[in-house]
């Protein structure tokens, strides 16, 4: 069974400035898609970015951007100039994609703090 | 984006009763739906997946009898929770994927359930 581990429950950076938050997860497939979703307190469950295995290129969304490492199990999201509406939950997400609709197995989440 | 609703938001009941929580997909068909449930300050846990016409497929350890699934129409889901105690007190989140793209989640902005 696939796991996803984020070992950092709590992060705080300053306005404006640049933090990654880390994910690593476990799984003996080859095809499969990695994401990281945002919960603001509204919980409403938000994409931030996705990416998908095969590809080696690291996907990027405007300040977001992500460190993917296939062999290292390792997929790093960081944010630069951070902004104060950065704050929330952030989830790293795994999905198989050989088997058609499967759902996501999450990580523990990193609650994000933005300092003015 | 696609929107996903669901109704209740907020739901009190008391303990032994059954209380039904709606999964809609408002602009777009979804063949499949999943329902997730968040603890507090908790990561989401897949409990199952739906898809339209067929009965649902449960995590392990996810009692079928206690949360009722179904799939009645490429816009709706709904989730039962029977006899319910308050262990079930929880945040539930579905999600839903359309015809188009089986690799984006659209989440609904989640129900809590109390039960006293």
């Known amino acids: 069974a696939q796991t996803v581990t984020q070992s950092q429950p709590e992060m705080s950076v300053q306005e404006a400035e640049t933090v990654t938050l880390s994910c690593t997860y476990d799984?003996?497939?080859?095809?499969?898609?990695l994401f990281w979703y945002k919960q603001p307190p509204s919980r409403q469950m938000i994409l931030v970015i996705r990416q998908e295995a095969y590809k080696q290129q690291n996907a990027t969304e405007n300040r977001f951007s992500v460190n993917f490492q296939k062999a290292a199990k390792s997929f790093s999201l960081k944010i630069s100039d951070s902004q104060l509406g950065d704050a929330a939950m952030y989830f790293c997400?795994?999905?198989?994609?050989?088997?058609?609709?499967?759902?996501?197995?999450f990580g523990k989440g990193t609650h994000l703090i933005i300092q003015p | 984006g696609a929107v996903v609703s669901q109704h209740p938001s907020r739901v009190i009941c008391k303990s032994g009763t059954s209380v039904k929580i709606e999964c809609r997909s408002l602009d777009f068909q979804a063949t499949t739906m999943f329902w997730y449930r968040q603890f507090p300050k908790k990561s989401l846990m897949l409990m199952a997946t739906?898809?339209?016409?067929?009965?649902?497929?449960?995590e392990q350890g996810v009692e079928k009898d206690k949360f009722l699934i179904n799939h009645a129409s490429l816009t709706l889901s709904t989730l039962t929770v029977t006899s319910a105690h308050p262990e079930d007190s929880s945040f539930y989140i579905c999600s839903a994927i359309g015809l188009a793209d089986y690799n984006e989640q659209f989440f609904g902005p989640g129900t809590r359930l109390t039960v006293l």
């Open positions: 739906s898809n339209e016409g067929s009965k649902a497929t449960y």
């Open positions: 997400a795994y999905r198989y994609s050989g088997g058609g609709a499967d759902g996501l197995t």
């Open positions: 799984t003996s497939e080859s095809d499969y898609y």
